[in-house]
């Protein structure tokens, strides 16, 4: 079975097929990074236009690359939701019409189901039910994957993302947006022990995150030192920094993972890509006897093939929805409903 993945939640036009949910045919991103730099971050408009530019060429190029033709496709799948509205709008709309033309099936895929089915990929013995952590821009999440297509969220950020967390830390000490690479390049020649920062806690949820206290204290660091007329080494600031976060998404995982007794544990999402927060990721669950999954780097980030994936267990799971499917910015993981 082929199935086309359409994404376009964030800064990526992506287009995928996929066969039978994990042989990827093709898996095309173009990307906005180089346009965004200019501002530090994503500008919901600007990636709209550039989705609605980019989205016919990215997807005639994957079906090329992949030697199909629609008619070849067996069901188009899309990311519906969590997203920016109007960048979700550009890749629904085109699935829709593809859909509506050719009478093949719509799938709606939630982005982050997508990034946990990235491991499929990647590692076709890893099968539900397992633990998984989504670490990305926009979400910090850890969810009981209880099968293909149902989850339980036991823990999420209240605050900012992981991601979020590093790229606004890393515009801080001078990097260009997006800063988690920069801040992973920095840490491996940096002193990961110079500064010391808060582990923020969540009251009464042990399993939660929050990150903007963390970044906060840096940069009341940075800018103190520069009110002083003192120099800051980016190096240690970075490695201190990245220690600092390996430390929460490893605590406050491993303690989800000893509390419901899970065996195997998955991480996905853009700063699963980290080098720090792998191999933090490994020497615990090597220590704890847990199996860890981390998934190829290039599925780290917002890709359709992670859509395409997600969209063969949805369809066969039942899950396929009408053409007057919209976009939803905003939608927990366990509150799917199609």
């Not at 799948?77 to 709309?93: M, Q, Y």
């Not at 076709?124 to 821009?137: A, Q, T, W």
Request: include cysteine; glycine fraction near 8%.
């Amino acid at each position: 079975m082929k199935i086309l993945g359409i994404e376009s939640s964030c800064d990526e036009t992506a287009a995928s097929v996929v066969e039978d949910g994990i042989h990827v045919l093709s898996n095309v991103v173009a990307s906005q990074i180089d346009e965004h730099r200019l501002y530090g971050g994503v500008v919901p408009e600007i990636a709209s236009r550039r989705h609605a530019e980019n989205i016919d060429w990215v997807v005639k190029e994957a079906l090329a690359k992949a030697g199909t033709t629609l008619d070849d496709i067996d069901a188009v799948a899309v990311t519906f939701a969590p997203g920016l509205i109007g960048a979700l709008l550009v890749g629904i709309s085109y699935a829709k019409g593809v859909c509506l033309s050719t009478g093949k099936p719509l799938i709606p895929v939630h982005h982050i189901a997508g990034h946990i089915a990235a491991n499929y990929i990647t590692h076709e013995d890893l099968k539900p039910p397992y633990l998984c952590l989504v670490i990305s821009g926009g979400h910090s999440h850890i969810v009981e994957v209880l099968d293909y297509t149902k989850y339980r969220v036991v823990g999420r950020t209240r605050d900012d993302a992981a991601g979020e967390c590093f790229d606004k830390v890393a515009r801080t000490i001078g990097f260009f947006y997006p800063g988690g690479k920069y801040i992973d390049e920095a840490a491996q020649r940096g002193n990961a022990d110079a500064f010391k920062f808060p582990h923020p806690k969540v009251t009464g949820s042990e399993y939660d995150f929050s990150f903007s206290g963390l970044k906060t204290a840096v940069i009341n660091l940075v800018h103190n030192k520069a009110q002083k007329g003192e120099e800051l080494s980016q190096d240690n600031i970075s490695a201190s920094f990245q220690k600092t976060v390996c430390e929460i998404l490893t605590q406050k995982t491993m303690l989800a993972a000893k509390d419901l007794n899970a065996k195997t544990l998955a991480v996905a999402g853009g700063v699963s890509a980290n080098s720090g927060v792998r191999a933090a990721f490994k020497k615990e669950c090597e220590k704890a006897g847990i199996r860890l999954y981390l998934p190829e780097l290039r599925y780290c980030g917002d890709n359709a093939a992670m859509i395409a994936c997600q969209g063969y267990y949805d369809f066969k799971a039942g899950k396929v929805a009408a053409l007057d499917l919209n976009g939803v910015a905003t939608m927990s993981l366990d509150e799917i409903s199609i």
